[in-house]
C-alpha cells in the first residue's frame, strides 16, 4: 500500500519534465523538491524527536558553502561531475551537527529552539566575515553549470528527486523500525524513556546528525543551481521558518505531511506572488491561506484526514 | 538478604527538608509497603533510588552494590523498575509498543523492525489481559488501564525489584483487586516490591513489613498488625 503510493508518487516525479514545461514552471518545481526535501529532513528532528530546531538554516548555508569551497579547488571535466561530491557534504554537515546536537540537545523545547536559532545568526555572521574562505558579502562564485539550454534544470530536478527519495526512505525506515518508537517516546515524555533504558541521547543525536546531513546536501545543490553563494540567502532565517511551516501544516511524525506542506506552500507562494505580485498583497493572501488550514486543520493535514496516526 | 538498602539519605528543596538522614533496608523476597502523612517524603526517596534526583548525602546500595548516583536507565537495565503517581505512559504509541520500546533496546539494537522479538510483550498482555487493546493507542485508555499499562511496561527489563508509587490511587475497586492479583503474582515469580499507598486496607493485605515515614524518615518498622498498635504512626498521623 506505501510502496503503491511511494512509487506512482515518484513515477509522476520522474515523468513530469517529459511535458516540456516552461522555464519558469521548471524553476518552481526545482524549489518545490529543495522544500520538500528540506522539509521532509527537519521532520525527522522537530517531528518524531519533538525537538523544535530553528539552526537548519545554518545546514543549508554550511552545505552551501561546502560545494562552493570543492568547486573551487577542484576541476570538473562535466558538469555533472559536483553533484558526485553530495555524499561528502552531507557528511560534512552531519559532522559538524553531531557535537552541536550533543551539546544543545541538552536543553529542550523552547531554550532548544533559541540555543539552535542562535547557531543560525553565528553561521550567518562567519559567512559574512570569514572573508578568505566564502568571499564575505561578495559572495562565492560556483562554475557556471554548462547543461543544454533547453533541460538547464533537469539535472538539478532529478538530483532532488534522488534527495527526496532518500528523505523519504530515511523516514519510512524510521518509523519501521525501533527507531521510530524510541524518538515517539523522547518526544511524549523524554525523562520516563531514559528511565526505562531507551538510549535517548544517542537516538535523538542521531535523528539531529542525519536530518541536517541532509538539510546540506541541499543547500549543495542549491548552490550549484545559483552559481553564486550571497550570504544572506545562504544562511536564511526564512528557510528555518519554511521548513517548520510546511512539517506543520502537513502534520508533524508522518511521511506525507512534510511533502504536503511544502508542495502547497511553495506552490501556493509563488502563485500568489505572480498572480497578485507588485502590489504585496501575496503575502496576506499566504498568510490567509495558512490561517484557514490551521483553523480548519489544527493538527495538520494528514493527521487531521487520517484519523488513526500512521507514524 | 536485602536487595535494597538506603542509608542516612537526605535531601532538601530549599528550606525544606524532604528527606532527613534516612535509612532502612527492603529485603529479598518481601512486599515492603512505605507509608506516611503527605509531605513525609516518600515520593522523593523514591526518585532518589531510582535515579530521577540527586541525595545531597546518603548512599543507596542495590542488590549489593553500591548505585548512588546512577542514571534512571542504568538502574533500569540492572533490575529496578518503577512507576509514577500519574501513570506515565507514551500517548502516540499503542499499548503493545508502549511495552516494546521498554525493552532496554541498546542504539544498534534499535535498528531492528518496530515490533519485532516482542514475544516477552505478548506474554506480558496476556497475563494482564491486555490483548483487545494491544493496538490502541494508550490515549485512548482509562487512567486505570494505563496504570495496569505502565506497570506491565516496567517488568520488560525482568526486574528484581520494582517501586509502586500509589498503584491503586484513582482506580476503580475491581482494577484494585486486578492490581493486587498482578502484585501477588509477580511476587510469587520472584520480584521484590516496595510500594508507596494510602489505602491502608490494600497496605494490611499485601505487604509485610510496613515502613512508617514521617518529616522525612522512618518512624516505624515492622509487621502491618503492630503498625495499627503503633503510638509513634498514630503520633505521625494525627499529630497527636
Known amino acids: ?311 | 538478604m536485602s536487595q535494597l538498602a538506603v542509608d542516612g539519605l537526605t535531601k532538601a528543596f530549599g528550606g525544606v527538608q524532604a528527606v532527613n538522614a534516612c535509612s532502612f533496608t527492603v529485603d529479598d523476597g518481601t512486599i515492603t509497603a512505605l507509608i506516611g502523612p503527605n509531605g513525609s517524603g516518600k515520593t522523593t526517596i523514591f526518585n532518589i533510588i531510582t535515579g530521577y534526583l540527586r541525595a545531597d548525602a546518603g548512599h543507596v546500595h542495590f542488590a549489593g552494590r553500591d548505585v548512588t548516583g546512577h542514571g534512571t536507565g542504568r538502574l533500569y537495565r540492572h533490575g529496578l523498575s518503577r512507576t509514577f503517581q500519574q501513570a506515565r505512559v507514551f500517548p502516540h504509541l499503542t499499548v503493545l509498543e508502549n511495552l516494546v520500546v521498554a525493552r532496554g533496546y541498546r542504539l544498534p539494537q534499535l535498528f531492528g523492525r518496530r515490533l519485532a522479538g516482542a514475544d516477552l510483550a505478548s506474554q506480558l498482555l496476556a497475563d494482564f489481559r491486555l490483548e483487545p487493546l494491544a493496538s490502541s493507542l494508550a490515549s485512548e485508555l482509562s487512567y486505570g488501564q494505563r496504570k495496569l499499562l505502565e506497570f506491565a511496561a516496567v517488568l520488560m527489563s525482568s526486574p528484581r525489584l520494582v517501586l509502586l508509587d500509589e498503584p491503586t490511587a484513582g482506580v476503580n475497586p475491581v482494577l484494585v483487586e486486578t492490581m493486587e492479583r498482578h502484585i501477588r503474582d509477580r511476587h510469587a515469580a520472584g520480584v521484590t516490591f516496595l510500594i508507596v499507598e494510602h489505602d491502608m486496607t490494600f497496605v494490611m493485605r499485601l505487604c509485610d513489613p510496613v515502613i512508617v515515614l514521617d518529616a522525612g524518615r522512618p518512624v516505624f518498622a515492622g509487621p502491618p498488625s503492630a503498625v495499627q498498635r503503633s503510638p509513634v504512626v498514630l503520633e505521625a498521623y494525627l499529630g497527636a
Not at chain 1, 557534504?89 to 536559532?117: E, H, K, N, Q, Y
Not at chain 1, 535523528?207 to 546536501?217: D, E, I, K, P, Q
Open chain 1, 1 to 311: 500500500m506505501s510502496f503503491l503510493r511511494g512509487g506512482a508518487f515518484f513515477a509522476a516525479l520522474v515523468a513530469l519534465p517529459l511535458f516540456g514545461f516552461e522555464h519558469w514552471v521548471m524553476n518552481l518545481l526545482v524549489f518545490v523538491l529543495i522544500a520538500a526535501v528540506l522539509a521532509s529532513a527537519w521532520n525527522l528532528v522537530g517531528g518524531f524527536a519533538g525537538y523544535p530546531s530553528l539552526g537548519h538554516a545554518a545546514f543549508f548555508g554550511i552545505g552551501a558553502y561546502t560545494l562552493g569551497l570543492i568547486c573551487k579547488g577542484h576541476e570538473f571535466a562535466s558538469p555533472y561531475g559536483p553533484f558526485f561530491w553530495l555524499p561528502v557534504v552531507g557528511l560534512v554537515g552531519a559532522l559538524i551537527g553531531w557535537p552541536f546536537a550533543a551539546v544543545s540537545m541538552r536543553t529542550r523545547a523552547d531554550v532548544f529552539a533559541i540555543v539552535t536559532i542562535t547557531l543560525l545568526f553565528v553561521a550567518q555572521t562567519l559567512a559574512f566575515n570569514l572573508r578568505g574562505i566564502t568571499g564575505g558579502a561578495q559572495g562565492l562564485a560556483l562554475p557556471v553549470a554548462r547543461f543544454p539550454v533547453e533541460t538547464f534544470e533537469w539535472p538539478y530536478y532529478y538530483v532532488l528527486v534522488i534527495l527526496l527519495a532518500l528523505a523519504m526512505g530515511l523516514t519510512f525506515l524510521t518509523m519501521r523500525s525501533k527507531v521510530g518508537l524510541a524518538l515517539v517516546a523522547v518526544r511524549a515524555d523524554e525523562d520516563k524513556a531514559r528511565g526505562i533504558g531507551v538510549p535517548v541521547t544517542g537516538v535523538k543525536v542521531l535523528a539531529f546528525a542525519v536530518s541536517v546531513g541532509l538539510t546540506a546536501m541541499v543547500g549543495g545543490v542549491w548552490a550549484y543551481y545559483q552559481s553564486f553563494i550571497y550570504p544572506q540567502f545562504a544562511v536564511d532565517p526564512l528557510i528555518t521558518i519554511a521548513m517548520v511551516l510546511m512539517t506543520f501544516l502537513g502534520g508533524r511524525a508522518t511521511l506525507w505531511g512534510p511533502i504536503i506542506g511544502a508542495f502547497i506552500l511553495e506552490t501556493g507562494q509563488q502563485y500568489l506572488a505572480y498572480t497578485l505580485g507588485g502590489s504585496r498583497f501575496y503575502l496576506i493572501a499566504y498568510a490567509l491561506v495558512f490561517l484557514l488550514i490551521m483553523l480548519v486543520l489544527p493538527r495538520g493535514i494528514v493527521p487531521s484526514l487520517v484519523r488513526r496516526r500512521s507514524a
